[in-house]
């Protein structure tokens, strides 16, 4: 079972930077592809990034040039640097892991991320 705990979130002001953290565990980290979604109030939960196994990376119209996706494989852990941010950006944020050989999907629990003045 892989195991995705984030951290880091919460208040951010218009126009600041927050970093998100997810670290995985019960799996080889290579054999992951990772990322994060969002899910607003009333709205789709949407793709935020992703970053595969060897590094190839995508992200959502909304955040390209203002968010970035990376790995720490020493650590286990994914990182999304936010910045830029705006009232917009406001939604629970969602690590998603595919497990490339076992082909299967898991979800973080969710964190908070609010932007606001």
């Known amino acids: 079972q892989v195991k995705l705990v984030e951290s880091g979130g919460g208040l951010g002001q218009p126009g600041g930077s927050l970093r998100l953290s997810c670290t995985a565990s019960?799996?080889?980290?290579?054999?992951?592809?990772i990322g994060w979604d969002r899910q607003a109030p009333g709205k789709p939960r949407e793709l935020v990034a992703s970053s595969t196994h060897t590094d190839d990376l995508d992200y959502g119209d909304s955040v390209k040039g203002r968010f970035t996706i990376f790995r720490d494989r020493a650590n286990n852990t994914v990182y999304l640097q936010m910045n830029n941010l705006t009232p917009e950006d406001t939604a629970v944020y969602y690590c998603?892991?595919?497990?490339?050989?076992?082909?299967?999907?898991?979800w973080g629990q969710g964190i908070q991320v609010t932007v606001s003045s």
């Open positions: 998603k892991a595919y497990h490339r050989l076992r082909r299967e999907h898991f």
């Open positions: 019960g799996s080889i980290f290579s054999l992951l592809n």
